[in-house]
């Protein structure tokens, strides 16, 4: 078992293959072959497309009223029935995906990105650590949809406003992660070695540090944006969220309450893409830990 | 132990004060003028700038904060600005239904995830495992608010089991307060009975590979005595752990399910309070859940260090 073989999956061939891989590439080709893996990329794949084609797919304003279509159950002219309003239920839950993934990955993107910065600083100066991690654990032990609604309430609704406090609020276990990581990897010899060379700080950790901790953070990064599409649709849901003249599902959702008997499909369709998106990602996630992670996949 | 605890209980500071500073300074930090809210579009700027000194608000912050602080800390969190109450005594009528509603689902969730957990360990590989963990994983991926609105169709508006909304307390009798609880507690429930599930399952299987086990089954004694005072007790570490961030999780997660079910709960009234800038009131709500999420967690340590003596070493 040369190093040669560690770092060239290609030439392996058979069974012994999962032993060697270390590239990236070669995780892509394992994540491929695992089918909850390929079942929850393709969900996510057709419900982003669906969201960026929206006006190509449904095309005109979803949010246009028109009184006398009011409550038709699915058909196929409107394929998930009309609302209280006469709105097309297909259009608006297409067109509300687009808020509810962009906010989803603004959130992942800006929590993800200040957490990994966060985390290697905490990570190598102790001072700046003790303090952090007692921000993070009153963060961690406080629930996030009190302080998101409190800070989105107070600056008035809109997309900034949810793009903020969740990316606030879901810094924290993040942080807490790639911090952990980093402990762990600092410690490795080859950390030891790049610094008896003379390799500065700064490079220390983006050409070392941060490939070693990416397979956690690219799994905590799925969990994060289910939990950012999740906390944006509860915030719209319950009006302190991205406001009423933007559309989410969350947003859909909040008025069809007052409907559900009349008409339950308005309640049907925005929560099922929700419900479709948010599993999508957690079985990815869970997929991609069993992938980056074979200890814990062989427990399962 | 006392030393443990007392170690336990400094740690708990940050988890009360960094939620409350964080909503102090958002508060205060924000724009909207609660003066200028109470007494609406009439009022002169005379009459605004008197109960802006009168509530303290033409302080500085850092003084405000001070003040605030000593309020704290002397138990007066001073009178709520829309209810003209003092805000101790608001918070106790409206946290009760929320620890009510909390208690309930944590009860539920609980019975649901250990039952379904060790069903699905004792079958392992089976259909029925299967089952269970297929029903899991949809059930950690469903939004609370989506299933309140589901559990209403079905069971209140089709079969009229249950009322739509509304909120009887206690006192009413427990099959009036159960008829109102249930729902709401279910809907809140029911993801972190799926976690609960998930995480009884992975642990009782670990378990069960343990030597000891082997041990206890060579010696001839009966499957129920391993499992239920052998296995179990070591299972259930990692399910209190679940189950005090579950509580921890609902408490402030009940916003949603208190709008949907009209429960007059804490969460409910964070809300409305926050859209009428009424400082206080916010603040002492803030203050409640970090408090009950301190105790919790710092009762959760304790079972923890009575269920495994080797915590209190370390």
Redesign the interface.
């Known amino acids: 078992m040369s190093i040669t073989q560690a770092t060239s999956p290609d030439r392996l061939t058979g069974g012994d293959e999962e032993v060697f891989v270390t590239t990236n590439k070669s995780v892509w080709q394992r994540l491929m072959a695992n089918p909850t893996a390929v079942v929850s990329i393709a969900a996510l794949v057709i419900l982003s497309l669906s969201a960026i084609l929206a006006p190509l797919l449904a095309p005109g304003n979803p949010l246009k009223v028109s009184p006398a279509d009011r409550f038709i159950p699915p058909g196929l002219e409107h394929f998930f029935g009309t609302d209280n309003l006469g709105r097309d239920m297909f259009k608006m839950v297409l067109h509300g995906g687009r808020t509810s993934l962009l906010v989803g990955l603004v959130v992942t993107v800006i929590s993800m990105g200040i957490a990994v910065v966060l985390g290697a600083i905490s990570g190598f100066y102790r001072q700046v650590d003790v303090v952090l991690m ?2 993070v ?11 998101a ?3 989105a ?4 609704p809109s997309m900034t406003t949810v793009i903020t406090s969740l990316s606030i609020v879901l810094i924290a276990p993040s942080l807490r992660i790639v911090r952990g990581q980093v402990l762990v990897v600092r410690e490795l010899q080859m950390i030891e070695a790049a610094r008896s060379v003379g390799v500065p700080t700064l490079r220390l950790f983006t050409r070392y540090i941060l490939p070693a901790v990416s397979s956690p953070i690219l799994v905590q990064a799925s969990f994060i944006f ?1 939990a950012a599409v ?1 906390g944006e ?2 915030l719209s ?4 969220g991205i406001g009423p003249k933007e559309l989410s599902w969350g947003n859909a ?1 909040t008025e ?2 007052n409907y ?2 009349q008409a ?1 499909w308005i ?1 049907l369709f925005p ?1 099922l893409a ?2 479709l998106t ?2 999508a990602l ?2 990815l996630g ?1 997929s991609l830990r069993d992938v980056l992670d074979p200890r814990l996949a062989r ?2 | 132990m006392l030393r443990y605890l007392f170690k336990r209980f400094l740690l708990i500071l940050p988890t009360i004060f960094v939620p409350l500073i964080l909503v102090f300074l958002l508060l205060r930090l924000s724009p909207g003028d609660p003066a200028g809210m109470m007494l609406g579009d009439q009022a002169t700027p005379e009459q605004i700038a008197a109960l802006r000194t009168q509530l303290g608000l033409d302080q500085p912050v850092w003084m405000q904060f001070v003040l605030w602080l000593k309020g704290i800390l002397t138990l007066d969190l001073g009178n709520s600005i829309f209810f003209r109450e003092p805000v101790m005594q608001i918070i106790p009528r409206y946290a009760t239904v929320t620890i009510l509603l909390t208690a309930v689902a944590l009860v539920l969730a609980v019975v649901i995830g250990v039952t379904l957990g060790l069903v699905s360990a004792m079958n392992r590989n089976k259909p029925i495992d299967r089952g269970v963990v297929t029903t899991a994983v949809l059930g950690i991926s469903l939004p609370e608010f989506w299933f309140a609105l589901l559990l209403i169709f079905v069971f209140a508006v089709t079969l009229r089991w249950f009322p739509v909304a509304g909120y009887n307390p206690p006192d009413a009798g427990i099959i009036a307060f159960g008829a109102t609880i249930f729902l709401p507690a279910l809907a809140l429930g029911v993801r972190q009975s799926a976690l609960m599930t998930r995480m009884m399952r992975s642990s009782m299987l670990d378990v069960l590979n343990e030597p000891y086990i082997t041990t206890a089954r060579a010696q001839g004694l009966p499957e129920t005595t391993v499992l239920g005072r052998y296995a179990m007790r070591t299972a259930a570490m990692p399910v209190v752990t679940v189950a005090g961030l579950s509580a921890g999780y609902m408490l402030g997660g009940a916003v949603a399910i208190e709008i949907i079910f009209a429960l007059p709960g804490l969460g409910r009234m964070l809300v409305e309070a926050v859209g009428r800038r009424d400082y206080p009131l916010v603040e002492g709500g803030v203050l409640t859940i970090s408090l009950v999420l301190a105790v919790l967690n710092l009762l959760i340590d304790l079972i923890y260090a009575i269920l495994d003596p080797r915590i209190r070493y370390q």
């Open positions: 007692r921000l654990d009153g963060l961690m032990a406080f629930p996030g949809i009190v302080l609604t409190a800070a309430g107070i600056m008035g289910s999740l649709a509860g849901f319950i009006g302190v959702l069809a309450r559900i008997s339950p309640v929560g929700l419900m948010i599993l957690n079985l869970d427990r399962r």
